[in-house]
């Protein structure tokens, strides 16, 4: 999936699970470890790293929501989210069907409402389900599942990393227009689609880079071979910030 993307892209793939990647230029300075994330080489960019967050509770979990609380149906859940504000309101839902790798060994559904107090906090309550209005619970798990990435990037990123240009997202929830723009407003950045196959082709793009490398005499880095497919060729913009 990475080699579809340029330098200045984070990858999210919408999967059974949800996985997040995010390549890391060469530096000096080593990439941070985390307990909760995987370091990878680089497959295409010598000294380079990617970073990836991996969590249980992805596709299954929004599923789950929107059989319970949608009628089953994706038409509904989808109504439901636009038919609530950004923010939902300070109702927040944490949806851990399966026990979770980000954070570990999480289980359970968990329901809080959040409203601003005095001081520079918001204040906190823990609701039961009952608690938690019926329709809330869409745009809830959307974006507790976003924000437990974006929370997450600002330390894996080096300090002296340029800012993140677009969202390339992929597997089968990157088709749902609601779910595109509810990752475009809380990244802040253009989202853009690489299809349900992205891992498939993005594989694809790795050994047609090594036969060109061959063919070039083992010479040629992967953007030379990329840009002789024009830019944006195999990107679609499908939603910018609101």
């Known amino acids: 999936m ?29 990439p941070k470890r985390f307990t909760t994330s995987h370091l990878l080489t ?25 059989d319970q609380y949608a009628d089953g149906h994706w038409t509904r859940f989808n109504e439901l989210v636009e038919a609530r504000p950004v923010g939902n309101d300070g109702f ?52 507790s599942q976003f924000l437990s990435i974006r929370s997450r990037i600002t330390a894996i990123l080096p300090p002296d990393a340029p800012p993140l240009q677009r969202l390339v997202l992929s597997g089968g929830s990157s088709l749902n227009p609601v779910i595109q723009q509810a990752a475009a407003d809380v990244f802040g950045m253009r989202v853009f689609v690489a299809g349900k196959e992205g891992a498939a082709e993005g594989g694809a793009q ?3 880079f090594a036969w060109w490398r061959a063919e070039n005499g083992g010479a040629g880095e992967f953007e030379e071979m990329r840009a002789m497919d024009g830019e944006g060729a195999r990107m679609k913009c499908v939603a910018e910030p609101d």
């Open 206 to 208: 790795l050994a047609r």
């Open 92 to 143: 927040m839902g944490f949806y851990f069907p399966l026990p979770e790798i980000i954070p570990p060994n999480v289980q359970g559904n968990f329901f809080f409402s959040t409203s601003p107090s005095s001081s520079s906090h918001s204040s906190i309550t823990t609701l039961s389900e009952s608690d938690m209005p019926f329709s809330a619970h869409p745009r809830a798990i959307l974006e």
């Open 42 to 66: 680089h497959p295409t960019t010598p000294d380079a790293h990617i970073a990836m967050l991996c969590y249980k509770n992805g596709a299954l979990a929004r599923e789950q929501v929107r």
């Open 2 to 30: 990475i080699a579809l993307s340029t330098p200045g892209d984070a990858i999210l793939s919408l999967g059974t699970s949800t996985t997040f990647l995010l390549s890391i230029p060469p530096a000096e300075t080593a």
